[in-house]
Structure formats: structure tokens, C-alpha cells
């Protein structure tokens, strides 16, 4: 094998964190939908199809398993979102944040909790891919491509939001929505549409990922995911169709596969200090990103030049 275990699951965090950043970019950088919660919409997905894959007796066997489990795990996802944006529709940005991620930490708490069906503190195995080769590099690779075709779907659905009245919409809500309003805009309906289709896709990817690791362990919840979603989002650029997947690479990216993968650290690094050392250099590249790049390291959105290819000026 051309990559090994730990690569291919390295890259495939990275690309996960991509799809997620993008469809932050969507919530945050365009409609400004402040969601700190992140982690609970991909928990549900991915805890929803481990109980349905593992806990349910189906009559049939992957993939149509796999389908079935990760489709109703989407649904549950958007229904959170759905309901989640419902109760914070109307609160300001403070409000959205600390809604979105009490959110969060109530998924947690129910993971933990509810032993029964999620295996609590001590988690929930049984879980497997879709298909066998008979060499596990080989299945992960293959998992890592199946996750990259739909990251890629993602980032051409966001491409395509840029460049359709859809889009200037969300953009003018996210500008301002009182002025959306008074011109007759449908803002509330638009935003919890957003919402909840971009929920359902963070549950899709939690779901992914739930097959990738196949172990469901609830310090997976941490805000750590949210935050790393976050910080690649803002250091690439949120209002850049492009800024979560350069973000995205200049931080996860290089830490958890350059860093860890090819710079010798001493073995007693890897427990405590590692993850310690990438919260500290997260924190302070977004500190610096901020202070010096506040749009980002791809800056403003290029509206003029779009309207120009629209319009053909």
C-alpha cells in the first residue's frame, strides 16, 4: 500500500473537516448563522446510524443496510437542525452561539447517558464497512474516497449557491436582515431552510465517519471539532467559497499529518502534549488571523467579478 493506516485516516479527518467548514461557511459566512454547536449535528448523525446500524435486526445485509441507516441518520440530523433553528430564529448572534452549543453538549450528555442504546462511557463497537476486500488499508482507502466524492459534492453545491439568486439572497440576509425583511424576503423561512439542510449534511458526514473508526466513543463530542471547523473556516476566509478548504489545510492539515506524520516528536508527546501543543497553535493562528487578516487569508468576496461573469459585463 501506497499510504498507511495512519495516513489514510489522517487525510480522511482532514477531508471530513473540510465538508464541515464548508457547510459552516454556508450557515456563518454567508447567512451568518453563528453555529457553535457543530459536534451535535454530526453526533446525531453519527450516533443515530450506530444504534440503527448496530442495534436494529434489518432483514437485509449491506450496502442496502449501510443506505437505510445512514439516510434515516441525515434525516435525524436535519430534524435536530430544524428544530434547533426553529428555537433560536429570532435571538441575536450571543443567543445563537450558546443555543447551538448547549445543543451540542445535550448530545453529549445523551451519549453518555443512555448506555442501553450508545454504549455510554464505554462506547458502542460492531460497526463495519460496507464492502469487504479482505485488507483493511484497502477498505479505508476506498472509505476515504467515497468520502472525498461527497466533500466534493459539497463544495460544488456551495459553489453553486455562490452563483444563483439563492445565494445573493442568503448573502443580503446575512447583510442585513431587517432591510431583507422590510423588501419582502422571506429571511426566518430561508435561514431554517439553510439550517436544516446543512445539519442533515453534517449528520451524513458524522455517519461517514461513525463507519471509518468503526468504535463510537463519546470524547469524539468534544468542542474540539466544532473549534477546529471554526478555525479553518476563519483563517482560509468565511465568506470565500474556497476559505474552509485552505483553511482547513493550513491547520488541521498541517498539524495532524505533517506535524505528527513526518517531524520525529518523542512517543510520550503523543498522550498529553500533542493535543495540547494544537489547541495553543490553533488559538494562535486564529489570533493572529484576526488581528492582521480579519476577512481571512483569501479576504473579501469577490462580488464584483462574479456579477460580471453572471451577467456577462
Not at 439563492?166 to 440576509?173: E, F, N, Q, T
Not at 426566518?188 to 431552510?193: E, P, S, V, W
Not at 512517543?267 to 494562535?284: N, S
Request: proline share 3%; aromatic share 8%.
Amino acid at each position: 500500500m501506497v499510504l498507511d493506516t495512519f495516513l489514510i485516516s489522517g487525510l480522511f479527518h482532514v477531508v471530513m473537516l473540510i465538508g464541515l467548514a464548508l457547510l459552516l461557511h454556508l450557515q456563518l459566512g454567508l447567512s451568518r448563522i453563528a453555529n457553535f454547536g457543530v459536534v451535535g449535528f454530526w453526533g446525531v448523525g453519527l450516533y443515530a446510524f450506530g444504534v440503527l446500524y448496530v442495534r436494529v435486526d434489518w432483514p437485509f445485509g449491506d450496502p442496502i443496510q449501510f443506505v437505510v441507516c445512514a439516510a434515516l441518520a441525515t434525516v435525524a440530523a436535519g430534524l435536530c437542525g430544524l428544530l434547533v433553528g426553529w428555537l433560536i430564529a429570532d435571538l441575536d448572534v450571543d443567543g445563537v452561539m450558546v443555543g447551538t452549543l448547549g445543543f451540542a453538549t445535550a448530545v453529549a450528555l445523551l451519549a453518555t447517558t443512555e448506555q442501553d442504546l450508545t454504549g455510554g462511557a464505554l462506547g458502542m463497537g460492531g460497526l463495519r464497512f460496507p464492502y469487504d476486500t479482505g485488507d483493511v488499508a484497502v477498505n479505508e482507502l476506498i472509505w476515504l474516497l467515497v468520502l472525498v466524492a461527497l466533500v466534493a459534492g459539497i463544495l460544488a453545491y456551495v459553489w453553486l449557491v455562490h452563483r444563483n439568486p439563492y445565494g445573493r439572497l442568503l448573502i443580503a440576509i446575512g447583510s442585513n436582515e431587517p432591510l431583507a425583511k422590510s423588501l419582502g424576503k422571506p429571511a426566518t423561512r430561508t435561514k431554517l431552510g439553510l439550517f436544516t439542510v446543512t445539519s442533515a449534511l453534517m449528520g451524513l458526514l458524522g455517519a461517514m465517519y461513525g463507519v471509518m473508526v468503526r468504535f463510537l466513543e463519546v470524547s469524539s463530542l468534544g468542542i474540539e471539532l466544532t473549534l477546529a471547523a471554526v478555525v479553518g473556516l476563519v483563517v482560509g476566509g468565511s465568506v470565500r467559497v474556497l476559505g474552509a478548504v485552505v483553511g482547513v489545510l493550513l491547520t488541521v492539515g498541517v498539524f495532524d499529518i505533517v506535524i505528527q506524520s513526518y517531524i520525529p516528536l518523542p512517543a510520550d508527546w503523543y498522550t498529553q502534549t500533542i493535543p495540547l501543543l494544537r489547541e495553543v497553535m490553533f488559538g494562535l493562528a486564529l489570533i493572529l488571523v484576526l488581528v492582521f487578516r480579519p476577512l481571512g487569508l483569501l479576504g473579501h468576496m469577490r462580488r464584483d467579478r462574479l456579477m460580471k461573469r453572471i451577467h456577462g459585463a
